[in-house]
């Protein structure tokens, strides 16, 4: 495992992923999801849970309920998700080489967010890593119709940033999202790389 993640020389903006990217989320919404499906009498693995980095909270309700040919109402199923994910999510902890990232280049680089998670939580989580004051733009699941691994996430943050795609650099944890920088002809760092993942594990 690698420790200090190095920017491109040739990066004139900088865009991140939130989730399992500058927070370690990924845990708690694991557990969010387990037990979500666990009342619904489904068995959902980490196996499974890797399928969906990335994906908003309504699709990766319908891609389980798709899968295990399940019988719940796909936004309810999404709700209580999200609700068991905010009252935990105070656990999870910064990501610290990119954290380190995102400090370091606060007022000399154009940076922004891109998730596949709402407004609400991506600032949420900004908060807990410290590094909401770091970001004025975040392109959430709402602002786009086509998310990961369409491009249009990063593209839309580039435009806020004012930086052409191609001088982009993306920091990403999930496949997704990685294909969703390619796309966007944009240069990407995959951060799974730089710390262990705990994804299965109690938080």
Not at 144 to 153: G, L, Q, R, S
Request: charged residues 25%; contains cysteine; proline residues 5%.
């Amino acid at each position: 495992m690698k420790n200090e993640i190095t920017i491109n020389p040739l990066a004139k903006g900088l865009i991140f992923d939130i989730d399992g990217t500058i927070c370690d989320t990924m845990p708690v919404h694991f557990i969010a999801w387990r037990q979500t499906a666990a009342e619904h009498g489904i068995e959902f693995t980490p196996e499974n849970f890797v399928e969906v980095i990335g994906v908003p909270a309504f699709q990766t309700s319908q891609f389980i309920k798709a899968k295990f040919k399940a019988d719940f109402d796909e936004m309810e199923f999404t709700l209580m998700k999200e609700e068991r994910y905010e009252q935990n999510m105070h656990k999870a902890k910064p990501i610290e080489p990119v954290v380190k990232i995102i400090r370091e280049n606060k007022g000399k680089l154009p940076m922004a967010c891109g998730t596949g998670g709402s407004q609400y939580l991506a600032w949420k989580t900004l908060e807990i890593a410290g590094v909401k004051d770091c970001f004025e733009h975040v392109v959430a699941a709402e602002d786009v119709i086509n998310h990961k691994p369409f491009p249009d996430t990063f593209l839309k943050a580039a435009e806020l940033i004012g930086v052409l795609p191609s001088d982009c650099e993306v920091f990403e944890d999930g496949q997704l999202g990685l294909q969703a920088a390619e796309r966007a002809g944009m240069m990407s760092v995959d951060v799974t790389n730089y710390y262990e993942i705990t994804i299965g594990q109690e938080v």
